[in-house]
């Protein structure tokens, strides 16, 4: 992480006396970042404050060192957002009408919002539809037409909020794509907020995790995913116990999980486990290694804080 | 789109992300972008719109060669009558019409006659319908097809509202004060015979009080558009309050003495006496389907000029009230 985008100070937004969320205090990369979390965790409201759409309780924050407070219209025209609603536009109006209107409302003359709307939409590849009206257009279609609009004023960050909303599997790969496309090839800062694990992991390189309000994870989704809880598992045909006792005796970090025999990664474990083994005449059916899917994490980290609270 | 470019995939490649490098437009040009764009909107949407425009034009038309045709007639039946005095009678008659339907107020001639003045209600229903049309809309359509969202992130909430209400204000003016201005130039040239520093404070009235009508609407069909997602609905409401209030007011009056207290509740009234309350007129007579009442606006009895500019003001507030409310309500 070369340099911060959004640096967050205990940022909060409670509506009346329901949290959004709470205490919020991060430093963003540039590049890819994914909010994940189930929902009414909070990942819209802390969208929605940076945007200065709410303001937050209290708290501050930057944006590309803009404060939101007092430059939110610095920041609004350096972000391009993607919002989660199912924005239906209006029925009669064209996209190419309503994307070059957005470019006009981030400050684009009117030729160059036009240009720029073409282009806009033919990144998104409703090039060949951009003179049709809205009401002729799919949900997929108009999901397009979103980012297009986020896309028109040439922001330096764009913000998708759920941007996968009742896509069909190809509409997904599809939008996804093109938001990996935007950070890659484009060299855009990209933001995907997204209950949906996979998207994250597909799309970004970096991933806040955030529940009830709060951030529980943040980190390259590679650390966050990676070997320092990964571990091997084991299933034996007898002798389960004697096994389990043997692998702890040596020193290994082991716990149950069902019919396996989950051990703490080492480097080398899984000969040590061999050994171990066939000291005790243990015959081992299965073993393999498992590496965390970013899904582990979360589910992981989501019952930690369920015994926390409970 | 030239030639050259075969497919979209080259396209993209070519323009696609060309860096923004100059300057952005400031916040009076997208206020205007806001404005611009839905009024483009509701004149492509609409053949109601292109209809009603057509026919006030139609109208305006009309009433002109009625006038020029019945010039000479009128000069030779008046001796004193200059054609000052038929530019003024004339254009105030007409810019009054926008706001009354049932009900016309005369002003008492220094000879206690009333003067003639014609009835151009029918004009001022058009108008009435046409703004309703298109201003319900506004707020109502960006609710129902959640747009909102997508507004709010480019531009404070107060610089959506005020595009909103710029977008009707330019709306009132090319339907309401445009018309009016450009009616007073024909009849000058039309009557002949103009001193037209005379003649010049009723051009100012025009220009005010059209104004004056443009605003007093706009808040509230404005209002009404941000109360509901529905813009029928909303369009509905609006021309109720102003219409059927308008006729329920006047069929309410009884014969005789000041008029009651009831009118300051009407709209269209309230605007027709602010029109009088403009010309420094201090004794007008109100004209509703059940009789005649006369209203000193001075007197200290019963209903009084600044009663009315109070009304009317507080119609305003209310309405401008009723749109920063729901905009906020909504954005939450
Ligand atoms: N306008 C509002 N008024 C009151 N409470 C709200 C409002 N918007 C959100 N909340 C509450 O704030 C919390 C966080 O909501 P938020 O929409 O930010 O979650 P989210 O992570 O975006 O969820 P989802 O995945 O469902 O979109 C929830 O408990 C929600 O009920
Ligand atoms: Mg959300």
């Known amino acids: 992480m070369e340099t911060e985008i959004i640096v967050t100070d205990s940022l909060t937004k409670f509506y009346g006396k329901i949290r959004g969320i709470e205490d919020i205090s991060v430093k963003i990369p540039s590049g890819g970042v994914g909010f994940l979390g189930p929902n009414a965790a909070g990942k819209t409201t802390l969208i929605r404050t940076l945007l200065g759409i709410i303001r937050p309780t209290r708290g501050s924050a930057q944006v590309l060192g803009y404060d939101i407070r007092h430059e939110i219209n610095e920041v609004r025209d350096r972000i391009g957002y993607v919002p989660e609603f199912n924005t239906s536009f209006i029925p009669d109006t064209t996209a190419m009408s309503f994307v070059a209107f957005c470019g006009r409302m981030n400050g684009l003359s009117y030729p160059e919002s036009k240009q720029r709307a073409s282009d806009s939409l033919f990144y998104v590849g409703l090039g060949e539809e951009r003179y049709r009206k809205f009401d002729t257009f799919s949900l997929g279609m108009k999901q397009k037409v979103k980012l297009a609009v986020a896309l028109v004023h040439d922001p330096e960050i764009i913000i998708c909020d759920e941007p996968t909303n009742g896509l069909d599997p190809s509409g997904r790969v599809q939008m996804l794509e093109l938001i990996r496309n935007l950070q890659i090839d484009e060299g855009k800062n990209v933001i995907l907020s997204s209950h949906l694990l996979r998207d994250v992991e597909k799309t970004t390189d970096y991933a806040l995790v955030i529940s009830e309000g709060e951030i529980l994870a943040k980190g390259n989704i590679r650390e966050l995913t990676a070997n320092k809880r990964s571990t091997v598992s084991v299933k034996v045909k007898s002798k389960y116990n004697d096994l389990l006792e043997a692998l702890e005796v ?45 899904e582990d994490v979360f589910v992981s980290l989501f019952k930690e804080q369920e015994v926390q609270i409970h | 789109m030239s030639e050259s470019i075969k497919s979209s995939e080259a396209y993209v490649k ?89 009900i016309s107020f ?98 100012v009235h025009v220009i005010l009080f059209t104004e004056i009508i443009t605003i007093t609407y706009s808040a509230i069909i404005l209002a009404f558009s941000s109360l509901t997602n529905r813009r029928l609905y909303a369009g509905l409401t609006s021309f109720m309050l102003i219409f059927t209030v308008n006729m329920i007011v006047s069929s309410l009056t009884l014969s005789g003495g000041e008029a009651g207290f009831e009118i300051l509740f009407d709209v269209l009234t309230v605007l027709l006496l602010t029109s009088y309350i403009l010309t420094g007129a201090t004794t007008v007579e109100y004209r509703s389907f059940r009789g005649i009442q006369s209203i000193n606006l001075i007197d200290g009895v019963g209903i009084e000029g600044w009663m009315v500019l109070g009304a009317l003001g507080l119609f305003i507030l209310l309405g401008f009230l009723i749109v920063v409310v729901q905009v906020w309500r909504h954005s939450k």
Do not use: C
């Open chain 2, 106 to 203: 005369e002003v008492e001639s220094d000879n206690g006659m009333s003067e003639a003045q014609f009835n151009f209600g029918g004009t001022s229903i058009f108008i009435l319908i046409l703004l309703v049309i298109v201003g319900s809309g506004l707020i109502a359509d960006d609710i129902s097809n959640q747009t909102t969202e997508i507004y709010y992130s480019k531009l404070e909430k107060y610089e959506y509202v005020l595009g909103k209400f710029l977008a009707f204000f330019i709306f009132g003016n090319i339907v309401l004060t445009l018309p009016y201005v450009f009616e007073f130039f024909l009849l000058v040239v039309g009557l002949g015979n103009i001193d037209l520093i005379t003649a010049f404070p009723a051009l």
């Open chain 1, 250 to 294: 040596n020193g290994l970090n082991v716990w149950t999980d069902g019919a396996f025999i989950e051990v703490e990664k080492t480097p080398a474990v899984e000969k040590e486990i061999f050994i171990i083994a066939n000291r005790i005449g243990v015959d081992i059916r299965y073993l393999g290694s498992r590496s965390r899917s970013l």
């Open chain 2, 14 to 102: 070519k323009f696609a992300f060309r860096p923004f490098d100059g300057v952005r437009r400031g916040r009076i040009y997208r206020l205007g972008a806001i404005s611009w764009q839905w009024w483009i909107h509701e004149w492509k949407r609409s053949k109601a719109v292109k209809f009603l425009i057509g026919f006030l034009i139609f109208t305006f038309i009309l009433m002109n060669m009625f006038l020029l045709f019945t010039r000479d007639m009128m000069l030779a039946m008046d001796p004193d009558l200059t054609t000052n005095d038929l530019l003024e009678d004339n254009l105030f008659t007409m810019v009054r019409g926008i706001v009354s339907f049932g």
